[in-house]
């Protein structure tokens, strides 16, 4: 007895703990991710403020900026309700000021710009106004997530009652997924849908445990009908029921307690949720809603989005654990790799299972948990292009994380029994740690104010004033040589001068000595974190901006960096000396070793690939020509002919000069070429007369219905065409006095 005692003891203080662990890391996430930048968050608080503001629920529109109209509404009048007593002056469907650079390669692992909206002094602590309300509603969600993790824990000790270290280490691998602690702390009605599918889960848990009963059906009944009033995908918690009330009455062939508790439950749903589908029908003509959201959010049939299914997986495995933000904070590609062979290994462990074990019945409910809720996010991926979330998976992730568990669980004897939920525990809580302080906070935070020892010591000391805003106190650049593909670092030392109600950007542009444009990065300072209106006077700073030289840039060819200040729209701010673009270090551009020159790896579709190209001038005056080589390689047998596009393209894509049509002058059909095939394709370019002096780019693809896509190494679309160097024309008198 007092062992027993003991264990229940020890086994509840790990629950708390993990609790503690996770409400700590949950108001911390929040804490260090600004209103807004959470996936839809602004959409999803709009909801929250129409119930507020006028009394009644939005309805799907495509006029003005949007709500998440389309959901029922029980977690946003719950965050009506924890909301509603902070005084908030802006309108309901306010536009924050976004971030134009902040889709800036947002695969990568960084903290450049990650931030979809721009965030002034006004959101500091102590909170107020529309940021209290924010956060009001998104610590109310700290709590839901919290429940989520205590059903989890009480599920396992259903589940395995003879191994509580299962119902430990899944409540931890709930609590601890940086992508659930990520969303806990965000305005969002996924981690309330999560609360509603592990509730759900539980009470079929039960069902199969201790057998059908009255107040077993009633209960039921009542979770599924909040279900079904808190996210529309919870419509299919049907099949899980269906299924535990199968293994329920298996043994005993209890038809009756069958239909019973079937009555119960639809009769129980229909009172509780019907009236929002009822709505729904009289609203758009459909129960749903569904054929309003598919004509907002560019839905498409089903067997025509089929493609997106394998294409979207990877995506779908990585935002399931952690990929903040709008999938533009991604974990190191190798924490999604451990993850899954981890997870993979762990799973295995279920093949040894036995029946004595008594738990198969369970297990298969828990296995149908994640199996139905898969089946219903690859249906909603193939009609959906914002199909593949993994927040669509929580409310299967706590039968995930027991499956995991009791599978890792079966490796170890009996008396090590604890050692698997404590793998988990130890792992994911470092795992969300991690992800807090090495990408989520670093990714919203503003840089360093450096230090009198810092300041003494910056290389290349500039002290050039710019405009009486800032001063530009030194620099760094290396490297100083660089390939087509790599990336040049510029670090500069920045000092605020004067406090500024506008906010200046920075740029920083490699220009070839040529004078066209190589490359180019345009941010807010602090990689748009740290606005000029919220710049400290006298408190010095370092960016560091990563100049990615592209893979199409001409080589060789030497450059030069060249930085400043530039209003949005407006003006640069100038030096004392008139100056208004800093002119910095050399960069030496030099070619990849290869047998064609500018070498690239540019896949069409899959069925051609542009490997190379040359061009026999860079400046050109209008009237002339430029001839531009292209090399192909065939990578697939192609049935029909593809063409061609040239294109030299001005201001928002004008075109100045073009060569289109088939390959080689009609010479080599695509339709000839065979794989690995090399075609060398001349296309003759003439400007126009009246062309403009400036710089343009040059376009290349190939089309036939439409154009073909170029697709990454990882099956992402870059687009629909290729931009090569760019070319600057020039008038008569600048190639005289050159």
């Known amino acids: ?15 708390l703990i993990i609790l503690a662990a996770y409400l700590a890391l949950a108001v911390a996430y929040s804490l260090a991710s600004p209103i807004y930048e959470p996936t839809d968050e602004v959409r999803h608080f709009r909801y929250v403020r129409h119930i507020l503001v006028y009394r009644e629920l939005p309805v799907q529109s495509a006029e003005g900026p949007r709500a998440q109209s389309h959901h029922p509404p029980l977690y946003y009048a719950l965050g009506a309700l924890a909301s509603w007593w902070v005084p908030v002056e802006q309108d309901v469907y306010y536009d924050p000021p976004t971030n134009p650079h902040w889709d800036n390669r947002h695969w990568e692992v960084s903290d450049d710009n990650k931030n979809q909206y721009l965030h002034g002094a006004g959101e500091a602590f102590p909170f107020h106004g529309v940021t209290l309300a924010v956060y009001a509603v998104r610590w109310m969600t700290v709590l839901i997530g919290a429940g989520v993790v205590c059903v989890t824990y009480f599920i396992g000790r259903e589940v395995s009652p003879d191994r509580p270290a299962v119902a430990v280490g899944a409540a931890a691998l709930v609590a601890f997924t940086p992508q659930f602690i990520y969303l806990s702390g965000a305005i969002n009605n996924d981690i309330a849908a999560a609360l509603a599918g592990t509730a759900v889960l539980w009470a079929c848990v039960r069902l199969v445990r201790r057998g059908p009963s009255w107040r077993a059906d009633v209960m039921m009944g009542v979770l599924y009908g909040l279900a079904l009033l808190t996210k529309f995908n919870l419509l299919v918690l049907l099949a899980l029921i269906e299924l535990a009330y199968v293994l329920a009455v298996w043994r005993n062939h209890d038809g009756r307690a069958f239909l019973r508790g079937n009555g119960i439950v639809l009769g129980l749903t229909a009172l509780i949720a019907g009236w929002w589908f009822v709505r729904n029908w009289a609203l758009y003509g459909d129960p749903a809603g569904l054929s309003v959201l598919n004509d907002l959010w560019a839905g498409r ?3 025509e989005g089929l493609w997106a299914i394998p294409q979207s997986l990877p995506y779908l495995w990585s935002s399931l654990w952690g990929r903040f933000g709008y999938g533009q904070l991604p974990l190191p590609e190798a924490v999604y790799q451990g993850l899954f062979w981890f997870y993979a290994a762990a799973l295995a462990g279920l093949v040894v299972i036995r029946r004595r074990d008594g738990a198969l019945s369970v297990l298969a409910l828990l296995a149908g948990s994640v199996l139905i809720f898969t089946a219903w996010v690859l249906y909603y991926i193939a009609i959906q292009p914002a199909g593949p979330m993994g927040r669509f998976l929580f409310p299967c992730l706590p039968a995930f994380a027991l499956l995991v568990v009791r599978g890792l669980s079966q490796f170890l004897p009996s008396r090590w029994g604890w050692l698997s939920g404590a793998v988990v525990a130890v792992g994911m809580a470092a795992l969300a740690v991690y992800a807090l302080v090495g990408v989520l906070a670093p990714a919203f935070g503003r840089p360093r104010p450096l230090t009198a020892a810092e300041i003494e010591a910056i290389p290349n000391r500039a002290d050039v004033d710019l405009g009486g805003i800032a001063r530009l106190l030194g620099y760094e650049v290396a490297p100083t040589t660089a390939r087509p593909g790599e990336v040049v670092e510029v670090t500069l030392y920045w000092e605020p001068l004067a406090r500024t109600e506008q906010n200046y950007a920075v740029f920083v542009h490699l220009l070839s000595d040529v004078g066209t444009m190589v490359a180019q990065r ?3 300072p602090g990689l748009g974190r740290y606005l000029t209106t919220a710049w400290e006077p006298g408190v010095a700073f370092a960016d560091t901006y990563r100049v990615h030289i592209p893979e199409a840039a001409y080589a060789p060819d030497a450059g030069y960096i060249q930085v400043g200040l530039y209003l949005p729209d407006g003006p640069r701010l100038a030096a004392p000396d008139g100056r208004d673009a800093l002119r910095l270090a050399t960069i030496e551009i030099l070619p990849h070793a290869s047998e064609f020159p500018n070498p690239l790896d540019a896949n069409f579709d899959g069925k051609a690939a542009l490997i190379g190209y040359t061009l ?3 400046i050109v005056r209008p ?14 047998p192609m049935e029909k002919s593809y063409g061609v596009f040239a294109h030299v393209l001005g201001d928002q894509d004008q075109v100045w000069a073009w060569k289109d049509g088939w390959p080689v002058d009609g ?10 095939q090399i075609i060398e394709d001349v296309r003759d370019l003439p400007l126009g007369e009246t062309t403009p002096p400036g710089f343009y780019d040059i376009e290349v693809g190939l089309h036939g219905d439409g154009r073909l896509p170029v697709v990454a190494q990882d099956g992402r679309w870059l687009g629909n065409r290729v931009l090569l160097s760019k070319i600057r024309v020039v008038e008569e008198t600048y190639l005289f006095n050159k």
């Open 616 to 618: 026999d001038r860079r």
């Open 667 to 676: 010479l080599a059909p695509t339709f000839t070429w065979q794989p690995g």
């Open 522 to 524: 345009d941010t807010y």
């Open 301 to 303: 049939p089903f067997f």
């Open 1 to 15: 007895m007092v062992a027993t005692l003991r264990r229940w003891s020890l086994l509840h203080w790990s629950l």
């Open 623 to 636: 009237g002339e020509t430029i001839r531009l080589t292209l090399y192909w390689r065939a990578l697939a």
